[in-house]
């Protein structure tokens, strides 16, 4: 079944060279992905369509009008019904959000899918938001100029789970996250680099030895380094649901870790 994408935006241009190149570009095609978009401006009304207006209370910049907003939402809501689909969940962007995981991304590509709401200005109406979002999604603790960028980033974290997207189906399993942690480095021909000032770099040998359990223990031993040294939240996380082996824990306590 699809993933269905309603995306609510002033700048849908922004969306199109997306959906025709690299691998998630089979989603598309395949429309394994439904992405959809609605033109924010398209439902504000008068002469100059507005989107925004300033502030109640003062302060700088704009804030996003709540009834062109409604209006999108109530054109989505009737295409979804029309299309015989349900009724699908309100997901706003917005740095106040709950940071994006590799779980949520999981969870959404095996779901109907999502209305997608981007941000622009100073943010939304907080009165849209209590009465229509069900989900605020944060992308970090940074700032962006719109949530075009963050709906982005869903739609392609989305595409690429999508059966037949990656030529390799095992592939998306060895990526970082999807078992709790940090993916191991990779490695690719020439086996020995000469670098142009001169050094030489060899691939690690266990990676030339053919030996399928080993390599596999390598990969695993490289993956909880990296993850105990730069994300040691994780580990703790994968730990408290059971995920780490005796053998693991054995490698981290030698590593003192
Ligand atoms: N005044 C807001 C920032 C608005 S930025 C604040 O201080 O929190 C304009 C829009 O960009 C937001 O409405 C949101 O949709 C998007 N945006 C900016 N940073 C984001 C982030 N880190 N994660 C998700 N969306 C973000």
Redesign the pocket.
Known sequence: MAVRFDVITLFPELFAPFQTIGVTRRAFDSKAVDLRLWPLRDFAEGVYRRVDDRPFGGGP?MV?LVEPLVRALQAIRADQQAQGGERLPVV??????RPLTQSRVESLASSPGAVL????????DQRFIDAYVDEE???????????EL?ALTLIDAVARLQPGVLHDAASHEQDSFSDGLLDCPHFSRPEVLTLPEGSEAAVPPVLMSGHHGRIAQWRREQQLRITAQRRPDLIEAARARGELSQQDEHFLSDLGL
């Open positions: 910049g996003m706003l962007f917005s740095p106040a959000g709401l981007c941000g622009r200005y100073e943010g939304v999604l944060s992308m970090g603790d940074y700032v962006l100029s719109g949530g963050p």
